[in-house]
């Protein structure tokens, strides 16, 4: 058994962060994707920068330490990208977000279960991009490769 006070650790490193596609019809790829969001936050002009950008956070009660949230405002002060953190009870937000990622609505970070449910709950295939050439991705662990990707597409973190 986890002891409470370790099992937010535990759920975190079982739980991915995924980059959703706000609009399927739109989806530029998984390489442009990934682009767009390095320029957005490694070299766009300052015109690109501001407070009118927000990047949406979706996740459980008890998934978001202040830790994040912190993190979170730093990168908001750094880039002047707003980051919305929805968090929601913990009893609604699967259906939530189900009902987000399947509306093609889906918020641009959330978390999930990782393993088998990539594919069989979040369909992650087509709702977040391949984060697999990330320059991140290869001091990822194998246990976490295996754990947030699908067919060998990393979608998470």
Not at 58 to 73: K, N, V, Y
Not at 113 to 130: C, E, K, M, R, W
């Amino acid at each position: 058994m986890i002891s409470k006070k370790l099992l937010p650790f535990v759920l975190c490193g079982m739980m991915i962060f995924m980059t959703a596609c706000a609009q399927k019809a739109q989806d530029p790829g998984p390489a442009e994707g990934t682009e767009a969001v390095q320029t957005a936050v490694n070299g766009a002009s300052q015109e690109t920068k501001t407070a009118d950008t927000t990047i949406i956070v979706m996740c459980s009660e008890d998934w978001i330490e202040e830790a994040e949230r912190e993190l979170g405002a730093r990168f908001e002060e750094k880039y002047g990208i707003h980051v919305d953190y929805q968090i929601l009870p913990a009893d609604q937000y699967q259906d939530m977000l189900l009902t987000r990622l399947n509306s093609g609505e889906g918020p641009d970070i959330w978390c999930a279960q990782s393993g088998f449910a990539l594919t069989t709950t979040y369909n992650v295939q087509q709702n977040a991009i391949d984060l697999s050439g990330e320059p991140w991705s290869e001091a990822y662990s194998v246990f976490s490769k295996e754990q947030t990707s699908v067919k060998g597409i990393n979608y998470g973190l």
